[in-house]
Protein backbone atom coordinates (compact mmCIF):
# COMPACT_ATOMS: atom_id res chain seq x y z
CA UNK A 1 0.00 0.00 0.00
CA UNK A 2 0.91 3.98 -0.66
CA UNK A 3 1.59 6.41 1.64
CA UNK A 4 -0.05 9.54 0.91
CA UNK A 5 -2.42 8.08 -1.85
CA UNK A 6 -1.32 9.99 -5.33
CA UNK A 7 -4.09 10.51 -8.25
CA UNK A 8 -4.73 8.35 -10.27
CA UNK A 9 -7.28 9.16 -13.62
CA UNK A 10 -9.14 5.54 -14.58
CA UNK A 11 -10.13 5.75 -18.18
CA UNK A 12 -13.15 3.38 -18.04
CA UNK A 13 -15.20 1.81 -16.10
CA UNK A 14 -13.70 -2.05 -14.81
CA UNK A 15 -14.39 -5.62 -12.63
CA UNK A 16 -14.84 -4.47 -8.95
CA UNK A 17 -11.90 -6.47 -7.81
CA UNK A 18 -9.64 -4.05 -10.10
CA UNK A 19 -11.37 -1.07 -8.49
CA UNK A 20 -10.57 -2.28 -5.13
CA UNK A 21 -6.87 -3.04 -5.58
CA UNK A 22 -6.97 0.63 -7.62
CA UNK A 23 -8.87 1.70 -4.31
CA UNK A 24 -6.00 0.54 -1.73
CA UNK A 25 -3.88 2.43 -3.42
CA UNK A 26 -4.49 5.22 -5.18
CA UNK A 27 -7.26 8.26 -5.46
CA UNK A 28 -9.23 7.14 -8.13
CA UNK A 29 -10.87 8.95 -10.18
CA UNK A 30 -12.98 6.62 -12.24
CA UNK A 31 -14.01 7.96 -15.65
CA UNK A 32 -17.52 5.28 -14.82
CA UNK A 33 -18.71 4.80 -18.04
CA UNK A 34 -18.49 2.02 -20.88
CA UNK A 35 -18.04 4.87 -23.67
CA UNK A 36 -14.32 6.10 -23.35
CA UNK A 37 -13.98 9.80 -22.52
CA UNK A 38 -14.13 12.78 -24.89
CA UNK A 39 -10.79 14.78 -25.53
CA UNK A 40 -12.07 17.67 -23.35
CA UNK A 41 -12.67 15.87 -20.51
CA UNK A 42 -9.60 13.60 -20.94
CA UNK A 43 -7.15 16.43 -20.38
CA UNK A 44 -9.54 17.61 -17.68
CA UNK A 45 -9.10 15.04 -15.85
CA UNK A 46 -5.76 13.67 -16.24
CA UNK A 47 -4.12 17.62 -15.76
CA UNK A 48 -4.92 16.49 -12.00
CA UNK A 49 -3.58 13.24 -12.31
CA UNK A 50 -0.37 11.56 -11.20
CA UNK A 51 -0.93 8.34 -13.14
CA UNK A 52 -3.19 7.13 -15.70
CA UNK A 53 -4.61 3.60 -15.98
CA UNK A 54 -5.30 4.35 -20.04
CA UNK A 55 -7.15 1.72 -22.50
CA UNK A 56 -6.19 1.82 -26.34
CA UNK A 57 -9.21 4.68 -27.21
CA UNK A 58 -7.69 7.12 -25.08
CA UNK A 59 -5.36 8.72 -27.03
CA UNK A 60 -2.27 9.99 -25.06
CA UNK A 61 -0.58 12.83 -26.91
CA UNK A 62 1.96 15.55 -26.42
CA UNK A 63 -0.17 18.22 -25.84
CA UNK A 64 -2.07 15.68 -22.80
CA UNK A 65 1.37 15.00 -21.46
CA UNK A 66 2.66 18.84 -21.66
CA UNK A 67 -0.92 20.10 -20.08
CA UNK A 68 -0.29 17.36 -16.71
CA UNK A 69 2.33 18.68 -14.51
CA UNK A 70 2.09 16.12 -11.94
CA UNK A 71 1.99 13.13 -14.32
CA UNK A 72 4.56 10.68 -13.48
CA UNK A 73 3.57 7.26 -14.85
CA UNK A 74 1.00 6.14 -17.80
CA UNK A 75 0.04 2.50 -17.29
CA UNK A 76 -1.60 1.23 -20.54
CA UNK A 77 -3.60 -1.46 -20.29
CA UNK A 78 -2.74 -3.27 -23.91
CA UNK A 79 0.35 -4.28 -25.40
CA UNK A 80 0.48 -1.89 -28.19
CA UNK A 81 1.20 1.44 -27.25
CA UNK A 82 0.24 3.06 -30.36
CA UNK A 83 -2.37 5.26 -28.47
CA UNK A 84 0.25 6.90 -26.84
CA UNK A 85 3.43 9.34 -27.56
CA UNK A 86 5.53 7.07 -26.17
CA UNK A 87 8.29 9.75 -27.34
CA UNK A 88 7.22 12.58 -25.67
CA UNK A 89 6.21 10.56 -22.26
CA UNK A 90 10.03 9.65 -22.35
CA UNK A 91 11.23 13.18 -23.14
CA UNK A 92 8.96 13.92 -20.08
CA UNK A 93 11.10 11.11 -18.75
CA UNK A 94 7.38 9.64 -18.05
CA UNK A 95 7.09 5.71 -18.01
CA UNK A 96 4.90 4.35 -20.17
CA UNK A 97 3.28 0.53 -18.74
CA UNK A 98 1.53 -1.71 -21.23
CA UNK A 99 1.02 -5.62 -21.07
CA UNK A 100 2.77 -8.14 -22.87
CA UNK A 101 2.99 -11.81 -22.86
CA UNK A 102 -0.53 -12.53 -21.64
CA UNK A 103 -2.62 -11.89 -24.34
CA UNK A 104 -0.87 -14.51 -26.73
CA UNK A 105 -2.94 -17.50 -26.87
CA UNK A 106 -5.96 -15.86 -26.33
CA UNK A 107 -5.29 -13.73 -29.58
CA UNK A 108 -3.94 -16.42 -31.53
CA UNK A 109 -7.13 -18.04 -30.73
CA UNK A 110 -9.50 -15.88 -32.36
CA UNK A 111 -7.41 -15.14 -35.44
CA UNK A 112 -7.37 -18.82 -35.62
CA UNK A 113 -11.09 -18.50 -35.27
CA UNK A 114 -11.42 -15.88 -37.93
CA UNK A 115 -9.49 -18.40 -40.34
CA UNK A 116 -12.02 -21.37 -39.73
CA UNK A 117 -14.84 -19.37 -39.63
CA UNK A 118 -13.82 -17.47 -42.89
CA UNK A 119 -12.97 -20.36 -44.72
CA UNK A 120 -15.97 -22.45 -43.98
CA UNK A 121 -18.45 -19.57 -44.03
CA UNK A 122 -19.70 -19.92 -40.61
CA UNK A 123 -20.80 -16.72 -40.34
CA UNK A 124 -22.98 -16.68 -43.88
CA UNK A 125 -24.21 -20.46 -42.90
CA UNK A 126 -25.77 -18.84 -39.97
CA UNK A 127 -27.15 -15.81 -41.83
CA UNK A 128 -28.73 -18.39 -44.57
CA UNK A 129 -30.64 -20.20 -41.73
CA UNK A 130 -31.78 -17.56 -40.10
CA UNK A 131 -32.71 -15.82 -43.01
CA UNK A 132 -34.63 -18.71 -44.23
CA UNK A 133 -33.11 -20.20 -47.31
CA UNK A 134 -32.18 -23.75 -45.88
CA UNK A 135 -34.47 -25.52 -48.18
CA UNK A 136 -32.71 -28.41 -48.71
CA UNK A 137 -29.19 -29.98 -48.64
CA UNK A 138 -27.34 -29.25 -51.88
CA UNK A 139 -24.14 -29.96 -53.42
CA UNK A 140 -22.89 -26.49 -54.11
CA UNK A 141 -24.48 -24.79 -51.01
CA UNK A 142 -21.93 -22.33 -49.19
CA UNK A 143 -18.65 -23.81 -50.30
CA UNK A 144 -16.29 -23.12 -48.43
CA UNK A 145 -11.98 -23.94 -48.02
CA UNK A 146 -9.90 -26.56 -46.69
CA UNK A 147 -7.68 -25.91 -43.73
CA UNK A 148 -5.74 -29.17 -43.92
CA UNK A 149 -2.78 -29.10 -45.97
CA UNK A 150 -3.21 -25.23 -46.99
CA UNK A 151 0.10 -22.96 -47.10
CA UNK A 152 -0.46 -20.21 -43.86
CA UNK A 153 1.62 -17.43 -44.56
CA UNK A 154 2.13 -15.30 -40.81
CA UNK A 155 3.61 -11.80 -41.33
CA UNK A 156 5.30 -10.65 -38.07
CA UNK A 157 6.31 -13.90 -36.15
CA UNK A 158 6.61 -12.85 -32.90
CA UNK A 159 4.48 -14.54 -29.99
CA UNK A 160 1.74 -13.97 -31.13
CA UNK A 161 2.49 -15.52 -34.71
CA UNK A 162 4.51 -18.44 -33.67
CA UNK A 163 0.90 -19.05 -31.63
CA UNK A 164 -0.85 -19.17 -34.70
CA UNK A 165 1.67 -21.51 -36.19
CA UNK A 166 1.37 -24.08 -33.26
CA UNK A 167 -1.93 -24.41 -34.40
CA UNK A 168 -1.60 -24.32 -38.04
CA UNK A 169 0.26 -27.21 -37.53
CA UNK A 170 -2.46 -29.30 -35.79
CA UNK A 171 -3.63 -29.18 -39.34
CA UNK A 172 -0.95 -29.90 -41.45
CA UNK A 173 -0.29 -26.65 -43.16
CA UNK A 174 2.94 -25.47 -44.68
CA UNK A 175 4.03 -22.43 -42.81
CA UNK A 176 5.65 -19.50 -44.25
CA UNK A 177 6.56 -16.39 -42.05
CA UNK A 178 8.07 -13.03 -42.00
CA UNK A 179 10.14 -10.89 -39.74
CA UNK A 180 12.49 -8.29 -39.82
CA UNK A 181 15.33 -11.28 -39.77
CA UNK A 182 14.94 -15.20 -39.68
CA UNK A 183 14.95 -16.98 -36.28
CA UNK A 184 16.29 -20.74 -35.75
CA UNK A 185 13.55 -23.47 -36.04
CA UNK A 186 11.45 -24.25 -33.57
CA UNK A 187 10.39 -27.49 -32.08
CA UNK A 188 7.27 -28.73 -33.33
CA UNK A 189 6.74 -26.22 -35.62
CA UNK A 190 7.44 -26.67 -39.68
CA UNK A 191 7.75 -22.72 -41.07
CA UNK A 192 10.20 -21.19 -43.69
CA UNK A 193 10.92 -18.04 -43.74
CA UNK A 194 9.79 -16.29 -46.91
CA UNK A 195 10.01 -12.12 -47.91
CA UNK A 196 6.18 -10.69 -47.85
CA UNK A 197 5.62 -10.64 -51.49
CA UNK A 198 6.33 -14.80 -51.66
CA UNK A 199 3.76 -14.76 -48.56
CA UNK A 200 1.58 -12.96 -50.55
CA UNK A 201 1.77 -14.67 -53.79
CA UNK A 202 1.82 -18.53 -52.28
CA UNK A 203 -0.61 -18.56 -49.49
CA UNK A 204 -4.09 -19.54 -49.12
CA UNK A 205 -4.47 -17.71 -46.00
CA UNK A 206 -2.48 -14.47 -44.38
CA UNK A 207 -2.47 -13.92 -40.97
CA UNK A 208 -1.03 -10.25 -39.42
CA UNK A 209 0.76 -9.86 -36.46
CA UNK A 210 2.58 -7.00 -36.75
CA UNK A 211 2.70 -3.72 -34.63
CA UNK A 212 1.44 -0.53 -35.97
CA UNK A 213 4.52 1.48 -36.82
CA UNK A 214 5.23 3.76 -39.31
CA UNK A 215 6.83 1.37 -41.07
CA UNK A 216 3.67 -1.00 -40.84
CA UNK A 217 0.89 1.37 -41.71
CA UNK A 218 -0.52 0.51 -44.86
CA UNK A 219 2.17 -2.42 -45.17
CA UNK A 220 -0.73 -3.99 -47.41
CA UNK A 221 -1.85 -1.91 -50.01
CA UNK A 222 -3.28 -1.94 -53.22
CA UNK A 223 -0.41 -3.78 -54.64
CA UNK A 224 0.11 -6.32 -51.94
CA UNK A 225 -3.63 -6.93 -52.10
CA UNK A 226 -3.20 -7.44 -56.03
CA UNK A 227 -0.60 -10.39 -55.55
CA UNK A 228 -3.01 -12.19 -53.40
CA UNK A 229 -4.61 -15.75 -54.87
CA UNK A 230 -7.97 -15.15 -55.83
CA UNK A 231 -9.08 -18.18 -53.35
CA UNK A 232 -7.16 -16.32 -50.81
CA UNK A 233 -8.12 -15.22 -47.49
CA UNK A 234 -6.79 -12.27 -45.37
CA UNK A 235 -6.71 -12.21 -41.56
CA UNK A 236 -5.86 -8.94 -39.59
CA UNK A 237 -5.67 -9.42 -35.97
CA UNK A 238 -3.29 -6.38 -35.52
CA UNK A 239 -4.08 -2.92 -35.78
CA UNK A 240 -6.43 -1.61 -38.55
CA UNK A 241 -4.08 0.95 -40.14
CA UNK A 242 -1.54 -1.75 -40.79
CA UNK A 243 -4.33 -2.07 -44.28
CA UNK A 244 -5.42 0.07 -46.28
CA UNK A 245 -9.20 -0.12 -45.89
CA UNK A 246 -9.96 1.59 -49.26
CA UNK A 247 -7.98 -0.93 -51.01
CA UNK A 248 -9.35 -3.40 -49.22
CA UNK A 249 -12.52 -2.77 -50.16
CA UNK A 250 -11.71 -2.66 -53.85
CA UNK A 251 -9.31 -5.74 -53.84
CA UNK A 252 -12.58 -7.73 -52.25
CA UNK A 253 -14.99 -6.55 -54.54
CA UNK A 254 -12.80 -7.34 -57.60
CA UNK A 255 -12.33 -10.80 -55.90
CA UNK A 256 -8.84 -11.09 -54.80
CA UNK A 257 -8.16 -11.94 -51.96
CA UNK A 258 -11.53 -13.96 -51.84
CA UNK A 259 -12.24 -13.42 -48.56
CA UNK A 260 -11.13 -11.15 -45.46
CA UNK A 261 -11.94 -12.07 -41.70
CA UNK A 262 -10.63 -8.67 -39.49
CA UNK A 263 -10.63 -7.96 -35.75
CA UNK A 264 -9.49 -4.30 -36.54
CA UNK A 265 -10.34 -1.35 -38.71
CA UNK A 266 -8.79 2.03 -39.43
CA UNK A 267 -11.28 3.81 -37.48
CA UNK A 268 -12.69 2.69 -34.52
CA UNK A 269 -15.66 2.13 -33.98
CA UNK A 270 -16.02 1.81 -38.37
CA UNK A 271 -18.37 3.76 -39.37
CA UNK A 272 -21.85 2.57 -39.78
CA UNK A 273 -21.36 4.27 -43.66
CA UNK A 274 -18.20 2.50 -44.75
CA UNK A 275 -18.22 0.62 -47.86
CA UNK A 276 -16.50 -2.24 -46.14
CA UNK A 277 -20.05 -3.41 -44.00
CA UNK A 278 -21.68 -3.58 -47.63
CA UNK A 279 -19.61 -6.59 -49.19
CA UNK A 280 -20.98 -9.90 -48.42
CA UNK A 281 -17.23 -11.34 -48.21
CA UNK A 282 -15.77 -10.25 -45.17
CA UNK A 283 -16.39 -10.97 -41.19
CA UNK A 284 -15.72 -7.72 -39.27
CA UNK A 285 -15.42 -8.72 -35.42
CA UNK A 286 -15.07 -5.55 -32.86
CA UNK A 287 -11.92 -5.83 -31.93
CA UNK A 288 -12.20 -8.87 -29.45
CA UNK A 289 -9.48 -10.75 -30.05
CA UNK A 290 -7.96 -10.70 -26.36
CA UNK A 291 -11.51 -10.83 -24.77
CA UNK A 292 -11.70 -13.53 -22.68
CA UNK A 293 -12.67 -13.02 -18.86
CA UNK A 294 -8.91 -14.65 -17.83
CA UNK A 295 -7.01 -12.53 -20.29
CA UNK A 296 -8.64 -9.24 -19.52
CA UNK A 297 -8.54 -9.70 -15.73
CA UNK A 298 -4.69 -10.60 -16.46
CA UNK A 299 -4.40 -7.28 -18.42
CA UNK A 300 -6.10 -5.15 -15.89
CA UNK A 301 -3.81 -6.70 -12.71
CA UNK A 302 -0.89 -5.99 -14.77
CA UNK A 303 -1.50 -2.37 -15.56
CA UNK A 304 -2.30 -2.00 -11.81
CA UNK A 305 1.19 -3.63 -11.04
CA UNK A 306 2.58 -0.94 -13.21
CA UNK A 307 0.84 1.92 -11.43
CA UNK A 308 2.02 0.75 -7.96
CA UNK A 309 5.34 0.39 -8.74
CA UNK A 310 5.68 3.55 -10.58
CA UNK A 311 3.78 5.51 -8.15
CA UNK A 312 5.94 3.87 -5.70
CA UNK A 313 9.22 4.97 -7.47
CA UNK A 314 10.52 1.71 -8.56
CA UNK A 315 10.87 0.86 -12.22
CA UNK A 316 7.86 -0.66 -14.07
CA UNK A 317 7.32 -4.33 -14.46
CA UNK A 318 6.47 -3.62 -18.23
CA UNK A 319 8.17 -0.66 -19.61
CA UNK A 320 7.30 0.18 -23.27
CA UNK A 321 10.05 2.70 -23.05
CA UNK A 322 12.63 2.07 -20.48
CA UNK A 323 15.26 4.45 -21.34
CA UNK A 324 13.61 6.78 -19.24
CA UNK A 325 15.41 4.72 -16.71
CA UNK A 326 18.93 5.51 -18.62
CA UNK A 327 18.50 9.20 -17.83
Not at 10 to 16: A, I, K, N
Not at 31 to 51: Q, Y
Not at 297 to 303: F, G, T, V
Request: overall charge negative; charged content about 25%.
Amino acid sequence: MIDNKPRVFVGRRLPQEIIDRLELNFEVDLWDSDMPPDRESLIEHISKADGIFSLLTERIDEAIIESSPSLKVISNMAVGTDNIDVASATRHNIPVGNTPGVLTETTADFAFSLLISSSRRIVDADNYVRAGHWKTWGPSILLGRDLFGATLGIIGYGEIGQAMARRATGFNMKILYNRRTPIEPIDGINASYATVDQILLQSDFVSLHVPLTPDTRHMIGARELSLMKDSAILINTARGPVVDQEALVEALRAGRPERAAIDVTNVEPIDMNDELLSLPNVIIAPHIASASVATRLKMANMAVDNLIAGLSGEKLINCANSEVYDK
